[in-house]
């Protein structure tokens, strides 16, 4: 039996107007015998004034099943501070396909530094 996960929207993200923003949460989804899709999936951290944290890993297994996403983003940035990290996006799809839109693992500031990105 194959089961289908769809899932539009997930966002354990972190965000700051005036203060410093802590990290993006793990997202991780695993489809044992089945397909993964989504739309929208975001584990980033933005700060407006200050520094923001980490972005979060995000993972996506589907064995003997395909992955079809949108958006994946586990960036990091600032307007106006230091950007943390961006963070490692893993997808893996066993005998099958993987077919994605837009993926963000990056790191920028305004006028601040800006950390890593990640493959």
Sequence with gaps: M??????????SSSY??????GNGGEIRLDAGRGDIKTGFLASN???YTQ????????TLTANNG?????YL???SSSNSGNAGQGTAIALSALNSSI???DINAGSSSN???AGNGEQ
């Design 2 to 11: 194959l089961i289908a996960a769809f899932l539009h929207l997930i966002n």
């Design 45 to 47: 951290s933005r700060s």
């Design 16 to 21: 700051s107007e005036f203060g410093t923003a």
């Design 73 to 75: 983003y586990s960036y």
């Design 111 to 113: 006028s601040g530094n």
């Design 66 to 70: 395909s992955i079809n996403t949108d």
């Design 99 to 101: 077919k994605t839109s």
């Design 51 to 58: 520094t923001g944290g980490d972005g979060a890993k995000i």
